[in-house]
């Protein structure tokens, strides 16, 4: 049965012409190009290509040079159609293997062996047909839509390149993307550059390095962040907000290995579905043991450890745990897309009749958490694809009756959410939280999951007041989610600049000169006593160098410290952003500095 497919819009089409557009061009420049697929992506498009030619960016500029040359022809996008038999001998005798590849696996195997990228190049409804577009002198194996020719094609630049393998498969062959943006005008897209521009400057992966957050080693490998103490401060902090909201809810913390029998992932059905992503360990006596790419399969086996009575219910289990999935290195991205990622995880066990309370609570400390860093949230349920049913785990009536029990949550929250068919985890649906940031991209973050699955996977029920077994149902629910992806977005939301409450360093002393260190260290202890996070800048620069430097790492809160305020005169506080200081006594601003920071309002 065929995937999802994306439904082209207006927009879509353009960018979609642009990538044919750009494989026009490298058929003129670089003849003996050989094309993988060209998807329609956010803001653009890529093409994976071969060319005789080691591409890079130096090259970009000729490239559009010949796109505008093609564009002004207003060469016409012209279809036609022929039978797959057919296809794979136009496109064998061009030379054109990736493609022939792709016809002969929708031959034998259907589209189900497509991915959602490769599956634009196919019409569904005509599964044994395939049609093709002609583009001057260029011919691509695609199901369109596209504009009419050339000349209604918009603005558009060429703006990265990397290594990608075909079809994701790092046994493949080693194509070059070509990225490219593409909007209707060149208003739209200048104004996007200059949006990007502010992105770059704001990316955490910069950021990070100058603020002495975290670093990569290439001895332990990329993909795996090694975090310094001030980006452990950070972390710590973060987990400490989400675990004081999990506790007043009367959460429990549990602990489990990191480790796994490559049992419990056979009976959870991970084993099947991601087995090709797990890091695998085999021991001397030979047993198959894996990395947790998860928690939960773990934790069901602890609720399962006894029997449980309905007036146990509901059971909350919390953990702040690593977990490790084996990503190729090409989709790797700092923060963002590691190896090794940490989650603020928890699992609630309950009756059915128990799942509107407990996703509230779930809510409520969501809502709480996020508001602390002023993202407004937009729920989605994310749901099936009707349209592949083999992609999910268990019955149709408990998938049923758990995106109806989720629509039932928002529907008693009245707010406004958003449809997201074909997002669910394989096990069961969800209410994702999507947040907006500051340069007004939207992030998924936080999760409510309902999983009917795994408690009838692994048998977990409790005994109900007629002394029978009643089945359970679990909630999956992360604020954070990944630890490491969300200090990314909280890193280009703040562009560094974190709230008082939250940065790692929250006061920094600057002594005029030496002989005023030891008092301004003196200071500092009694800070970091009332709780604040304070350290002294020892360094025997000027004073000038120290106030730059404080602000360059972005300090919340900076104190020039001389003989007046060792003699116990008023400090003045510098205050990040703000011209003129904050003048207050030592025991006020201890005061002021505790009062913010629990109360998480700067």
Known sequence: MAKHIHEFTEIDAMRH????????????????????????????????????????????????????????????????EMPIDEAIEFFAGRGQTYKVELLRDLKTRGTTNLKEEELQDFDPEKPLVASVYETGEFVDLCRGPHVTDTGKIGAFKLNKIAGAYWRGN?????????????????????EFLRWQEEAEKRDHRKLGKEMGLFVFSDLVGPGLPLWTPKGTMLRETLNDFVWSLRKAYDYQRVTIPHITKKDLYETSGHWAKYAEDLFKIKTREDHLFAMKPMNCPHHTQIYASEQRSYRDLPIRYAETTMVY????????????????????????????????????????????????????LVPRLSRRDSAAPEKYLGAAEDWDKAEQALRDILSEKKVEWTDGPGEAAFYGPKIDFMAKDSLGRSWQVATIQLDFNQPKSFG?????????????????CAIMGSFERFISIAIEHFAGAFPIWLAPVQVRLLPVSDAFADAAMLFVRRLRAAGIRAEMDADAGTIGAKVRKSETEKIPLSIVFG????????LQIRVRGVKEPLILSADEFIEYAVKVSSERSA
Request: with cysteine; aromatic share 10%.
């Open 563 to 570: 003989q007046k305020e060792v003699d116990g005169g008023a």
């Open 17 to 80: 012409s642009t990538a044919h557009l750009l494989a026009a061009a490298l058929n003129e420049l670089y003849p003996g190009t050989q094309f993988g697929v060209g998807p329609v992506i956010e803001n653009g498009f890529y093409y994976d290509v071969k060319t005789p030619k080691t591409l890079s960016a130096e090259d970009f500029e000729m490239i559009e040079n010949k796109m505008r040359e093609l564009a002004g022809r207003k060469l016409p996008f012209t279809r036609r």
């Open 325 to 376: 999935r084996d990503e190729q290195s090409g989709e790797l991205s700092g923060l963002s897309r590691v190896l090794s990622i940490t989650q603020d995880d928890a699992h609630v066990f309950c009756r059915v009749s128990q799942i509107g309370q407990e996703a509230e609570i779930v809510w409520n400390i969501i809502q709480t958490f996020y508001n602390a860093f002023g993202f407004t």
């Open 170 to 190: 790092s046994e493949n062959d080693q194509l070059t993307r070509v990225y490219g943006l593409a909007f209707a005008t060149q208003t739209e897209l200048d």
């Open 460 to 476: 977990l029920t409790c005994v109900n007041e007629q002394s029978e077994k009643e089945q359970i149902v679990m909630i999956h």
